[in-house]
């Protein structure tokens, strides 16, 4: 399916506007929407590349700003020391409630574009896969895709490290996929169990994989990619919105 990725727009949020990234099928008509969540490096290549991905599957994308507050329009941090340091401190200066009223107010956004059904997701990776794992806690998200998810097991999300994800599991409605690398120093395997038991703890929907891959294997540039299990992986992830948004 050809698309379009040459859309912007400035969601409000209470901490000012913040711009969401859109892509979509190029042909008219009303899809699926999937708020993305970013690594900690905002909407970078390779994120672009994967957003495109998804929309050509017959989905509307939108992807968020994640430090709208601190960086200006535009601005993707590069996968440099330079920029891993300066997204890993943004990571821990935003309070966790300003992540959250972000995600409220995309979703929101996306609900009402004109191009979509209203049926929405979530996807992420890295920070990312955090964030939609909170945002898919709003009733209005149907299903989330969480790709090595961070912080989730340690609580260690936002301004002052003491975020409340695994408290809220009970509140997951929404059906979601959860993958990890087994080689992922960020998630190791004590805090990979960690999130399964409370998944389980919770009666959660969902469906859980864990391959033998580094962090960020999804993510097209540099040597952790692996695209084998990066269509493997996405397939998954289709799989889950495809029965979820578009027969459900």
Not at 41 to 51: E, K, N
Not at 55 to 79: N, R
Not at 91 to 102: I, L, N, Q, S, T
Not at 142 to 149: D, T, V, W
Request: include cysteine; charge should be negative; proline fraction near 7%.
């Amino acid at each position: 399916m050809i698309i379009r990725s040459d859309e912007t727009i400035d969601v409000p949020t209470p901490t000012g506007p913040m711009r969401c990234h859109v892509v979509r099928p190029a042909v008219p008509g009303r899809y699926p929407g999937v708020v993305f969540f970013s690594e900690i490096y905002q909407v970078t290549g390779p994120i672009r590349r994967l957003a495109a991905t998804v929309a050509g599957h017959g989905y509307l994308v939108a992807v968020p700003e994640v430090y709208h507050e601190h960086e200006a329009p535009g601005t993707a941090l590069g996968y440099d020391q330079a920029g891993t340091d300066r997204g890993n401190a943004l990571k821990f200066a935003k309070p966790v409630a300003d992540f959250d009223a972000d995600a409220a107010a995309v979703i929101g956004a996306l609900a009402h574009h004109p191009a979509c059904t209203g049926r929405l997701a979530t996807l992420g990776v890295c920070l990312g896969g955090h964030l939609a794992y909170r945002a898919a806690l709003d009733p209005r998200v149907s299903a989330a895709a969480c790709f090595y998810p961070t912080d989730i097991h340690s609580g260690t999300l936002g301004a002052g490290r003491a975020d409340d994800s695994l408290a809220r599991m009970a509140e997951l409605k929404a059906e979601a996929l959860f993958v990890f690398g087994r080689q992922d120093p960020h998630v190791p395997f004590a805090g990979r169990q960690a999130i399964r038991a409370r998944l389980e703890e919770a009666g959660a929907t969902y469906a859980w994989h864990e391959v033998n891959a580094a962090h960020a294997f999804l993510r097209d540039e540099g040597p952790r990619y692996d695209p084998a299990l990066a269509v493997q992986a996405l397939g998954w992830m289709l799989g889950l919105f495809d029965r979820v948004l578009l027969r459900g």
